[in-house]
């Protein structure tokens, strides 16, 4: 493990659950670091700019000289460079067992939770308002608020196709396909592999966040969009929903940096 030089630093969206996923990595090893968050848009050529035309999304961590996008490869760099305490297991069969279920959730649940919140989001007058402050990690006038949810409405309209009801339809079914595997993943020690914390349960936990409002989370929607209101409603009694309650509960700590 070669030596860290300098502090790290997350460029990162403050209501993304890809990267709280980044955000929990750091916290749960205790990591200090700064954070940077560029408004939303400009954020792909910031992306661009930082990963040299690699990639158009944040996360995007600078450690020890690298920039290193994509949360998932952001926690193996951090597991090779701060392995305490670690994410991935030891035994090769339940690291590779972790691994697989991080790729699931990062391309089966993650895109579909985001469309769908960003869809529900549009019932509500002030939604993509209150977003466009949150994005920039502050309250903003009325004004500005005002065009930035519209900015906002439009941008993922455009980036997630989040408008249409076909679209919204198969996300949630996504979803719930997704808390189906979780429910039938979980082992009765309360923990996807292993019987302890890895990156299989931070990864399900935080892209999770943004249906379940767990209070320790980047973003609680106050209120809750109507139509995501009604989706989750009845989940909010599965063990799958209760588990990332609890992950967020035993697990997320406070950010040191």
Avoid: C, N
Avoid at 158 to 187: C, I
Wanted: hydrophobic share 45%.
């Amino acid at each position: 493990m070669r030596a860290v030089t300098g502090r790290p630093t997350l460029w990162h969206i403050p209501v993304s659950h890809y990267s709280e996923k980044a955000r929990w990595a750091l916290a749960y090893k205790g990591i200090e670091h700064d954070r940077h968050a560029p408004p939303a848009g400009p954020h792909m050529l910031v992306a661009l700019w930082l990963t040299r035309g690699g990639q158009v999304t944040l996360p995007v961590l600078e450690l020890d000289g690298e920039r290193i996008g994509d949360s998932t490869a952001i926690i193996a760099a951090l597991e090779r460079r701060f392995p305490a305490p670690p994410l991935y297991p030891e035994d090769p069969r339940e690291r590779r067992a972790a691994l697989e279920l991080e790729a699931f959730y990062d391309e089966e649940l993650g895109p579909a939770i985001r469309r769908l919140v960003f869809h529900e989001l549009r019932s509500e007058r002030d939604g993509y308002g209150e977003l466009a402050a949150r994005t920039v990690g502050g309250a903003l006038p009325g004004p500005l608020r005002r065009l930035g949810g519209a900015y906002g409405r439009a941008f993922t309209s455009a980036r997630f196709r989040v408008a249409g009801v076909e679209a919204a339809d198969m996300a949630r079914a996504k979803v719930l396909a997704a808390l189906d595997s979780l429910e039938a993943a979980l082992g009765g020690d309360g923990y996807l592999v292993g019987g302890r914390f890895t990156v299989a349960d931070l990864t399900a936990a935080a892209l999770f966040y943004p249906l379940v409002q767990p209070p320790e989370g980047p973003w609680l929607l106050d209120p809750i969009p109507a139509g995501l209101a009604a989706f989750r409603e009845p989940l909010r009694a599965r063990p799958g929903f209760i588990w990332v309650e609890e992950m967020f509960r035993r697990h997320r700590r406070p950010h040191p940096g």
